[in-house]
């Protein structure tokens, strides 16, 4: 992603987080740190970085993803990521942000987006909760290049 001048925005942690900052290197990386309690410190490849912002909530943090970028990739995660996602979804559907591409990149054999979008058509849509159309609002990837492209 970095030679194609983009900059790589994580939550700074470990893990998926961390692979994408130790690729993008310190001068393309930027991380959104959140303290809390149990959870992750900044990994060494932001940490100390002038790039790492720490958050005490998640409000403020989300609305810094939003604003520093100009898409997001979701990979597989617990429910900080839905909410993340979530976020995107309502401000976009809601019309008080501008979309923008929201990627569910998953590993080529998983399926983890695939199970989400079948929720979200199963019973949102079925239900009237939300258009059919909100659903053009996120794309689906199986590769890094894929979600690039």
Known sequence: MVHRDFQ?????????????????????SFGLNIKLPSEQSANPYIDND????????????????????SATVLLPGGFGTLDEG?????????????????????????NYWDRWIDFISSVMVEQGFISKNDLSLVYRARSAQEAID
């Open 8 to 28: 790589v925005i994580t939550g700074a942690g470990g893990g998926i987080m961390e692979a994408a900052n130790r690729g993008a290197g310190r001068e393309k």
């Open 50 to 69: 002038p790039h790492l912002m720490k958050f005490k909530y998640f409000f403020t943090r989300k609305l810094m993803f939003i604003k520093e970028s």
């Open 86 to 110: 979530f976020e995107n979804l309502t401000l976009f559907q809601t019309g008080k942000c501008m979309p923008r591409p929201i990627v569910l990149l998953d590993h080529k054999d998983d």
